[in-house]
């Protein structure tokens, strides 16, 4: 599709297939198209919204018919804005996975129970085995559930979790993550079953080949030991990749103890790596309980000189609601002239941007303090009314890990409406300052 005549092939693809979508949804087509801005000049505005208008048609020609159209991902690749899942719904470091050409392309769809799910591509670098998706519904978007794995034919069960956002309200970009406990082959065949979607129980299978490319990897052994009292660690391994980091570190500590020990890891300019979870397990050895789990943080930019682990100790939900902070918009934040909201002894987060835009806002933001990628999560729009808005199935973008930008998409605003932007106060890690290690990485 061309973007500068992307309304006249819409009209001409819809025109060709009268009998393809209901009057409601040709109803709400075609308002939409002349609803839009005149084409004099064509704008950012106008092109997003035909990118969205694109994806909805797109989304109710493929399940609302008989319709026999090309994979899915192939053709939402034709609209402007959308390369791939990975590069739409993916993490920072999917992204650059996507760039360096290290993701598989896979494109097999199955529709069962009116629900069509197509996985569009996968990625295995060793530590992360990503899968990307699409869902279309005529009856909205809805969560994987009870879904099954096998590698080469034999059954899997890895810790893992799911993201993506919205294209519109029948098409969802989604992202599983599994955590591999184990080494994978270099080669190998990935069975993907889900059984139910939302509370539709059905059968969606794909079976397809993944490679595992490793050949731009970092691997670092430090078994550097550190103890404080009657608690050991023990970082094992580190491993950097295009796509992510990860640690493998050993904790030693008494049985009744139950303090859980969480890491940030920060490289030799003071950036710190945004957090990405992880799993493991434990044993116990008479009165000691040892417990090995991976880590697993963003990619680095380039591979730092040393790394600094920092132990926190999480001290879990506190009783006492944390206090809020509140700043009026009046005019246009701008990079020089931010809206500044505090979040208490821990920094502080800046609105450096707002775009109103035809279909959505787009707020652009950057934080500051001892844990900025925890710091951006806390944010909200409060209207005249007092009115809480946050699109919780919209996933916010890290747009610069080094100076921690990020930007997150909130429902359609007027340009005149007076907004309110909220943030939480939020307290300083518990760092342990005497378990605290830094690792040289050697060329």
């Not at 990975?86 to 290290?102: I, R, S």
């Not at 103890?227 to 990860?246: A, H, Q, R, W």
């Not at 009165?287 to 790394?307: A, C, L, M, N, R």
């Not at 020089?336 to 979040?343: C, F, N, Y």
Request: no cysteine; glycine share 8%.
């Amino acid at each position: 599709m061309n973007p500068d005549k992307l309304d006249e092939e819409l009209i001409e693809l819809i025109g060709d297939k009268p009998t393809v979508l209901p009057d409601l949804v040709r109803s709400r087509i075609d308002s939409t198209l002349a609803a839009l801005p005149k084409k004099r000049h064509i704008n950012r505005t106008r092109k997003l919204a035909l990118a969205s208008l694109a994806a909805a048609i797109l989304g109710l020609i493929l399940l609302g018919s008989g319709f026999v159209y090309p994979a899915m991902a192939s053709a939402l690749k034709q609209i402007p804005g959308f390369e791939s899942v990975f590069k739409f719904a993916g993490d920072f470091g999917l992204k650059t996975a996507d760039e360096k050409g290290m993701t598989t392309t896979i494109n097999q769809r199955v529709t069962d129970q009116g629900i069509t799910v197509e996985v569009s591509e996968a990625m295995y670098d060793g530590v992360r085995l990503t899968v990307g998706y699409l869902q279309t519904s005529l009856n909205g978007i809805q969560e994987l559930g009870d879904v099954e794995y096998e590698i080469n034919g034999k059954h899997v069960h890895f810790p893992g979790s799911g993201s993506g956002s919205r294209l519109d309200e029948h098409t969802y970009a989604g992202v599983v993550e599994l955590n591999p406990e184990v080494e994978l082959p270099k080669h190998f065949q990935l069975k993907m079953t889900v059984f139910r979607i939302g509370s539709t129980l059905g059968k969606w299978e794909f079976s397809f080949p993944v490679e595992k490319i490793t050949s731009d990897n970092k691997v670092v052994m430090p078994m550097v030991t550190k103890t404080y009292g009657n608690l050991s660690l023990i970082i094992k391994k580190i491993v950097f990749t295009p796509s992510s980091t990860e640690m493998d570190v050993e904790i030693k500590r008494p049985s009744k103890v139950n303090t859980f020990i969480n890491f940030h890891m920060i490289d030799d300019k003071g950036v710190h790596l945004e957090p990405h979870g992880g799993g493991g397990g434990g044993r116990t050895e008479g009165d000691f309980e040892i417990s090995t789990f991976k880590h697993q943080f963003g990619p680095v930019k380039d591979i730092p000189k040393t790394v600094t682990i920092r132990p926190v100790i999480d001290g879990g939900q506190s009783s006492v609601l944390p206090k809020e902070t509140r700043v009026l918009m009046d005019g246009s934040p701008t990079p020089e002239h931010p809206l500044v909201l505090s979040q208490g002894e821990i920094g502080l987060l800046k609105i450096t941007q707002v775009e109103f835009l035809k279909d959505k806002t787009l707020v652009h933001y950057q934080t500051e303090g001892n844990e900025p990628h925890m710091q951006s999560n806390p944010l909200w729009i409060e209207d005249e009314s007092g009115k809480k808005y946050l699109l919780l199935d919209k996933r916010t973008e890290l747009i610069d890990p080094v100076l921690y930008k990020f930007i997150r998409e909130f429902p359609v605003f007027r340009g005149d409406q007076k907004l309110t932007f909220v943030t939480k106060e939020l307290p300083k890690p518990d760092y342990v300052k005497e378990l605290e290690m830094t690792i040289p990485i050697s060329p």
